[in-house]
């Protein structure tokens, strides 16, 4: 996925985002985002038989993520 595609889920605040393009967003695999959900790091709700997460909590996550990471390196 390029950088084009994730700034368009990211610019989508609304609208929701499937297992897969959270995924992307975040960088990481589908598992690892239903690992997240079930340990409760992040919301989804369900649209028929399908998890769909907030492209804007997502964004978010995503956010607060990188900002951990890197106060980590910093004190490490």
Do not use: C, W
Request: charge should be negative; hydrophobic fraction near 40%; charged fraction near 30%.
């Amino acid at each position: 996925m390029n950088e084009i595609t994730l700034e368009a889920e990211v610019n989508r605040p609304h609208q929701d985002l499937t297992t897969l393009e959270a995924a992307r967003l975040l960088g990481v695999s589908k598992l690892h985002v239903i690992d997240l959900l079930e340990a409760g790091e992040i919301d989804y709700h369900m649209v028929g038989s399908d998890l769909m997460f907030n492209a804007a909590e997502i964004a978010s996550y995503k956010s607060d993520r990188e900002h951990r990471d890197s106060e980590s390196l910093v004190s490490a």
